[in-house]
């Protein structure tokens, strides 16, 4: 164990000397720890030695996606959602299902599983996640209302698409009426965990009896999340779900928690979220890679450059959106962490297909997150010229008007705000 640590305060410590310069070119941290890992497993250095049955794996993996779905929940709350809700409705409501399709026909037809294996590759692989195109969702020069669009989608498909998992891995293992009975009971304790939990500790925070000191607001939001997490785990709650409700119900009732949460729980997530893609990357060895074959590869490809832009063609027919817009929805759909997970929940269950569902989930969210945390700064810089107006530009407009004539209710003022764009949080609609 010692000498994991080890690993990880050296590879955390580069990572941030060097995380200026990940902000500036095509370097990443997610990417630097997932080849970290692959350097320092099996069949290169040897260093860190896992296998995917492994305590440390299942349970850091766990943990790491608790907290992962805990901050995305905080991000959707019915409020953000109510916002600006066409634009990520058209990715959930038809692209997160479109994904799933076209991506198990691909599972079917190229890699030659089942049907029921197909859709439970499917789900693994149609959530998304913005960690690994952070420099096009965090840069102020890309359109608003796109960084808004795929912040809610990231943060919402991963408890979306979790059912369907948990569905199709039922399945997969055959399970029977009452089993399926336990299924339902436990997404729906789950769910009420999730949701009964923060609502009651906010209602207490409310009352005469009780005030938080500023300096341990921060720590509110975590003794929350560790409640539900050790209750979901008691009761035998499904933890995931109970995470992505507990983070829509403080983001819903409590506004001044998230706030107060928000820098240091996304803090805490992204060093669990890196210490999973470093013991994952120690995973993809040599032979566990050159175990894909042919088919899985292709499988990969297919999977990351056909299945999410055609469906997201589709879906954003007629949305408003630019020809530029809609390029960057169409390719960053990263493959995340959320998808490892499921990836590990599938190889413990066992079933038949367990190790090959997992070796091609593997390759596939590799290839993601060395493409997509790549090419991030590159679309954002995109952008650029979009956002830069000339100083003179409206000058030369004032000039070129009529002498006496008003200003169209179309047309903004010089040096006024534009209309309000209703799917624009921050009413910043591109040139």
């Known amino acids: 164990m010692s000498h994991h640590l080890l690993a990880f305060a050296v590879m955390l410590l580069l990572a941030v000397l060097v995380s200026s310069l990940a902000h500036r070119t095509v370097l990443s941290t997610a990417a630097l720890f997932l080849v970290g890992g692959f350097l320092l497993g099996d069949g290169v250095t040897d260093l860190v030695s896992l296998q995917p049955g492994d305590e440390l794996v299942s349970g850091l993996a766990e943990l790491a996606l608790f907290a992962v779905l805990f901050t995305d929940g905080m991000h959707a709350g019915w409020q953000d959602l109510r916002s600006a809700w066409r634009l990520p409705g058209r990715a959930l409501g038809w692209g997160l299902p479109l994904t799933l399709l076209i991506t198990a026909v691909f599972a079917h037809s190229v890699v030659g599983l089942g049907w029921v294996e197909s859709l439970l590759i499917a789900a693994i692989l149609t959530p998304t996640d913005p960690v690994f195109a952070a420099a096009l969702v965090g840069n102020d020069k890309v359109p608003p209302r796109l960084r808004h669009l795929l912040n809610v989608e990231s943060g919402v498909n991963d408890g979306l698409v979790l059912p369907f998992v948990v569905l199709f891995l039922a399945v997969a293992q055959g399970e029977n009426d009452l089993h399926l009975g336990e299924l339902v009971a436990e997404l729906a304790g789950g769910l009420v965990i999730g949701v009964a939990i923060p609502w009651a500790a906010i209602m207490l925070e409310r009352t005469r009896l009780f005030a938080i000191a500023p300096k341990?607001?921060?720590?509110?939001?975590?003794?929350?999340?560790l409640l539900v997490l050790a209750t979901a785990q008691a009761t035998h709650g499904n933890l995931f779900l109970a995470a992505f409700a507990a983070g829509v119900t403080v983001a819903t009732l409590g506004s001044r928690h998230r706030e107060a949460f928000e820098e240091f729980g996304e803090l805490l997530a992204e060093l669990l979220k890196l210490a999973a893609l470093l013991v994952f990357g120690a995973l993809l060895s040599p032979a566990f890679l050159g175990d894909v074959g042919w088919t899985g590869w292709t499988f990969a490809v297919l999977a990351l450059v056909i299945a999410r832009p055609v469906a997201i063609w589709v879906s954003f027919l007629r949305s408003g959106l630019t020809a530029r817009e809609q390029a960057a929805v169409m390719w960053f759909g990263p493959k995340g962490f959320a998808s490892v997970v499921y990836g590990l929940l599938v190889l413990e269950a066992g079933i038949t297909e367990g190790e090959h569902i997992f070796h091609l989930v593997g390759v596939t969210i590799a290839l993601?997150?060395?493409?997509?945390?790549?090419?991030?700064?590159?679309v954002a810089r995109s952008f650029d010229d979009e956002r830069e107006v000339p100083a003179w530009f409206g000058q030369a407009r004032t000039l070129v008007r009529r002498p006496g004539a008003t200003t169209s209710s179309r047309e903004p003022r010089d040096g006024a705000d534009p209309p309000a764009d209703p799917d624009d949080p921050v009413h910043d609609k591109p040139h």
């Open 368 to 378: 993601s997150i060395l493409a997509h945390s790549s090419t991030d700064i590159i």
């Open 216 to 225: 341990y607001e921060p720590l509110n939001a975590v003794a929350i999340g």
